[in-house]
Structures are given as C-alpha cells and as structure tokens.
C-alpha cells in the first residue's frame, strides 16, 4: 500500500513537471514568433516586421532607407528627452530647485515629445502610402496591437 502511494505521488508530480515545461514552452515559442512592435530599435525586429507585411523587394527598396532615417532621428530626439530628464532629476534633487528652471525644462521636454510624435506620424503616413491594401491592413493592425499593450506607449480607452 505504501509503495503505491509512493508511485501515485511520483506520476502526479512528473504530470506537474511535464504540464509547467509545455506551458513554458509553448509561451517561449509563441512570443518568440510573434512581431514586436514595441519601441526602439532593432534590425532583427526591422528584418521580422517586413517579413509580416510581405514586402515587395521594391518596396523594400523603398522602406529601408526610409526606416534608417527614421530611426536615426527618433534615436536623438530619444537621447535629447534623456539628457532632458537626467537635468529634471538633477535639478528637483539638487538643494533650492528654481521653479523657473523647472517649468522651461518641462517646457523643452513636452516640445522633445511633440517632435517624437510628429516625427512617428509624418513616418506612418510615408509607410501607408508604399503599402498595398493588404499590406496596409496588416500594418495598421500591428500598430492597433502594439499600442493595446501598456508598454511606454498609449493604452486604449477604457483599459489599464
């Protein structure tokens, strides 16, 4: 009797053990191959994402440096809002903050914003007009999942 219960307890655990490594696994491999679409940049991610839309070697000829020069610029005005925040940091740390200074840093950090949304827009907009219709619906709902997903970027109405 004793050693059933032995056997009954070792077959319940290895089905625990089998039943974490497959959902582990399966999640490992599920995100793996799935776009991402979250922010900053990568030639992986670039590589992936063009692969989704099914890009045309034309458009593809198009995109790339299209996309390099975006990048580019959206990668300094990211290092700008960066040096923006370190003095922000620095200055409501440091000992007799001056109100004014304070207000013109968070000044230059909302226009450092307002250039990375437009800069976002005006790209999304020359992206749009190499796609085809297909392509286009694609990539608008690329876009539709990634901002769905609180990861720096906006939330849809109603979550969070």
Not at 59 to 67: D, S, V
Request: proline share 3%.
């Amino acid at each position: 009797m004793r050693n059933r219960w032995i056997v009954m307890f070792l077959v319940l655990s290895l089905a625990i053990n089998v039943s974490v490594l497959a959902a582990v696994g399966y999640n490992f491999y599920r995100n793996r191959h799935q776009p991402s679409t979250t922010a900053g940049y990568s030639h992986d991610r670039e590589h992936h994402f063009y692969e989704v839309l099914g890009l045309t070697p034309g458009q593809l000829e198009k995109m790339t440096p299209m996309a390099a020069s975006f990048h580019d610029r959206l990668e300094s005005l990211y290092s700008d809002m960066g040096e923006e925040k370190d003095a922000l940091i620095n200055l409501l740390g440091g000992e007799g903050e001056s109100p004014t200074r304070i207000e013109a840093l968070r000044k230059e950090m909302a226009a450092i914003q307002d250039d990375i949304q437009k800069a976002v827009i005006a790209h999304v907009l020359d992206v749009k007009e190499i796609l085809d219709p297909s392509q286009r619906e694609r990539f608008f709902d690329l876009i539709d999942r990634s901002m769905a997903q609180d990861n720096g970027m906006l939330v849809k109405a109603g979550e969070k």
